[in-house]
């Protein structure tokens, strides 16, 4: 007998509607007191009804959690109202970056220089700035080096579960990214 979850997903639905931040499938069962397998199924529920043409928000895996996110076409003639100061646009500069940090991570700040051919001192800080790169320890060569990787926000800023999720590159754009050696 296939139960219906009306009033489980309800619920579910509601809690990602409260949260601010993506919701793990764990931390959602806590929240509801319902078994982690019934809130599986109540997003999987939930996926299907928001995977219609006509409704304006779907269901996302960001950084290992579940969220409520405008569809992307939706998004496009909101953002500008609705968008927050992170979610501004970046500059062409701070877009090429951000790319080489993100694909080839971690990196210091003489190899990002050494693949962009310019100096990268206020594309890191402005990315600090807005958290979407930190820190990501030193590098073991001498002067030891800091080395600078993605965050969460990063994640978050472009909607992806992990890093993995990043656009596959062609063989130019990976050889872009590569250092010479």
Not at 99 to 110: F, L, W
């Amino acid at each position: 007998m296939e139960l219906s979850l009306e009033k489980e997903s309800a619920l579910v639905e509601a809690v990602l509607f409260l949260e601010s931040e993506p919701v793990a499938e764990k931390s959602i069962s806590a929240i509801t007191e319902l078994s982690e397998e019934v809130v599986k199924k109540c997003i999987e529920k939930l996926q299907e009804k928001y995977s219609a043409e006509n409704s304006g928000v779907e269901l996302t895996m960001i950084t290992g959690g579940w969220a409520l996110t405008p569809k992307k076409d939706v998004w496009e003639h909101l953002k500008e109202r609705y968008g927050s100061k992170s979610e501004g646009r970046l500059s062409r500069s701070a877009m090429e970056t951000l790319s080489i940090i993100a694909y080839s991570q971690p990196i210091t700040r003489a190899e990002i220089e050494q693949i962009r051919g310019v100096s990268a001192d206020n594309m890191i800080r402005a990315l600090l700035d807005r958290n979407l790169i930190k820190e990501a320890g030193k590098k073991d060569v001498p002067g030891k080096p800091t080395q600078y990787g993605t965050t969460k926000e990063f994640l978050k800023f472009f909607r992806l579960n992990s890093i993995a999720d990043l656009p596959k590159l062609d063989e130019e754009e990976a050889e872009r990214f590569e250092l010479a050696r």
